[in-house]
């Protein structure tokens, strides 16, 4: 090692799943089958490049204003940033500063250990009972804070509201993020909740249901005093965190509520359908409220089985390693796409 290697922070980077850039069928990251809601296409055919030459409003006042409007909340009460990624990492500098652990389960968003490394929080994982699911009262106890998605990923469970309130009133001494990136095809949010409780934090994204991945926008949703918490943090690292075009396609697409609530009962009618086609196939799986289904197969390797979809031009995501060494996670795609993995799957459970 070099001498001034020694003053480098190092860090395990968080391992994104592929984006390959030949076409494949592509059920590895969760993005959503369809496209944007049509408002978006107009507004960037619409845009005046001339406002390239300016900065963004580095307040995203109109994407606030729009996502305040549509979750009826005070614009002081939203927070944006580059997808739900960047939120949650300004989340973790702003909210996790004590000297006590962070408290998240050990089967979740891998993300979650690394920034907690990066920033050197101190963290524990709790880990999931038997049947993969969170375990409430291993949130009881005394702590630096709590994250924890709901549903989970990649397991797809979702907790139902009053445990994820019995979490939040039992930590009301700390900072509760509950990162909903698949709520819009779960059940209740714990946006109700942000009135009752002042400290929890609820993130959510346009990545998933909102079928934006590619625009990087996500949000937090909280109490005004973390929010401006949050903004503090923002203003010292990078004012200008989204671009002018993020902001204005991210405020059409919260104006369709209809196209958004259309797309959402599309893939949760493919998935329980899926759920069905994985089950004649031999698959068990946990009963995901998420657009993904993480399964596993009692005859076949997941290694395996992931390198000849990979090799048959269909992607899906495995990680290895621990308890879920054994899993698939399956991003529920078009009925067509997922009817191509049945046929794939067929066929090579018939060889
Ligand atoms: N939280 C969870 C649980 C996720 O699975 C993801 C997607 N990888 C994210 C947050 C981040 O999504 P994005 O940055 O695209 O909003």
């Given at each position: 090692?070099?001498?001034?290697?020694?003053?480098?922070?190092?860090?395990?980077?968080?391992?994104?799943?592929?984006?390959?850039?030949?076409?494949?069928?592509?059920?590895?990251?969760?993005?959503?089958?369809?496209?944007?809601?049509?408002?978006?296409?107009?507004?960037?055919?619409?845009?005046?490049?001339?406002?390239?030459?300016?900065?963004?409003?580095?307040?995203?006042?109109?994407?606030?204003?729009?996502?305040?409007?549509?979750?009826?909340?005070?614009?002081?009460?939203?927070?944006?940033?580059?997808?739900?990624?960047?939120?949650?990492?300004?989340?973790?500098?702003?909210f996790f500063n004590s000297e006590k652990p962070v408290l998240f389960p050990d089967v979740t968003y891998s993300f979650?250990?690394?920034?907690?490394?990066?920033?050197?929080?101190?963290?524990?994982?709790?880990?999931?009972?038997?049947?993969?699911?969170?375990?409430?009262?291993?949130?009881?106890?005394?702590?630096?804070?709590?994250?924890?998605?709901?549903?989970?990923?990649?397991?797809?469970?979702?907790?139902?509201?009053?445990?994820?309130?019995?979490?939040?009133?039992?930590?009301?001494?700390?900072?509760?993020?509950?990162?909903?990136?698949?709520?819009?095809?779960?059940?209740?949010?714990?946006?109700?909740?942000?009135?009752?409780?002042?400290?929890?934090?609820?993130?959510?994204?346009?990545?998933?249901?909102?079928?934006?991945?590619?625009?990087?926008?996500?949000?937090?949703?909280?109490?005004?005093?973390?929010?401006?918490?949050?903004?503090?943090?923002?203003?010292?690292?990078?004012?200008?965190?989204?671009?002018?075009?993020?902001?204005?396609?991210?405020?059409?697409?919260?104006?369709?509520?209809?196209?958004?609530?259309?797309?959402?009962?599309?893939?949760?009618?493919?998935?329980?359908?899926?759920?069905?086609?994985?089950?004649?196939?031999?698959?068990?799986?946990?009963?995901?409220?998420?657009?993904?289904?993480?399964?596993?197969?009692?005859?076949?390797?997941?290694?395996?089985?992931?390198?000849?979809?990979?090799?048959?031009?269909?992607?899906?995501?495995?990680?290895?390693?621990?308890?879920?060494?054994?899993?698939?996670?399956?991003?529920?795609?078009?009925?067509?796409?997922?009817?191509?993995?049945?046929?794939?799957?067929?066929?090579?459970?018939?060889?």
């Open positions: 090692m070099k001498t001034f290697e020694k003053n480098i922070r190092k860090v395990e980077p968080y391992v994104p799943g592929e984006q390959p850039q030949r076409k494949v069928i592509k059920l590895n990251t969760n993005e959503n089958p369809y496209p944007p809601a049509p408002g978006v296409e107009r507004a960037l055919k619409s845009m005046d490049t001339d406002r390239m030459r300016l900065y963004p409003d580095p307040t995203a006042g109109e994407l606030v204003k729009a996502l305040a409007d549509y979750y009826h909340v005070g614009e002081n009460q939203v927070f944006v940033g580059v997808g739900s990624d960047d939120v949650l990492s300004m989340c973790f500098l702003t979650y250990k690394i920034w907690a490394e990066l920033y050197r929080i101190p963290y524990e994982l709790c880990p999931l009972d038997e049947d993969f699911r969170i375990v409430k009262e291993d949130y009881f106890r005394d702590n630096g804070g709590i994250i924890f998605p709901n549903p989970n990923a990649p397991t797809g469970l979702y907790m139902e509201l009053g445990d994820v309130e019995d979490i939040i009133s039992h930590n009301q001494d700390v900072i509760v993020i509950v990162d909903e990136a698949y709520i819009d095809f779960a059940g209740k949010s714990a946006l109700e909740l942000i009135e009752k409780y002042e400290n929890v934090i609820v993130v959510q994204t346009f990545s998933k249901a909102r079928a934006m991945a590619g625009m990087r926008i996500g949000y937090a949703v909280g109490n005004p005093l973390l929010i401006k918490y949050l903004n503090d943090a923002k203003y010292s690292f990078n004012s200008y965190t989204m671009n002018q075009t993020a902001l204005v396609c991210g405020a059409e697409a919260v104006k369709d509520k209809e196209y958004f609530e259309e797309g959402i009962r599309k893939i949760i009618k493919t998935r329980e359908w899926a759920k069905e086609e994985l089950l004649k196939l031999g698959f068990s799986f946990l009963d995901s409220k998420a657009n993904f289904i993480f399964a596993t197969h009692p005859d076949y390797d997941a290694k395996e089985l992931f390198e000849a979809l990979k090799d048959n031009g269909i992607y899906v995501r495995y990680w290895g390693g621990g308890r879920i060494s054994q899993y698939l996670r399956i991003t529920v795609g078009t009925k067509e796409e997922m009817d191509a993995l049945f046929g794939f799957l067929r066929s090579y459970m018939m060889q």
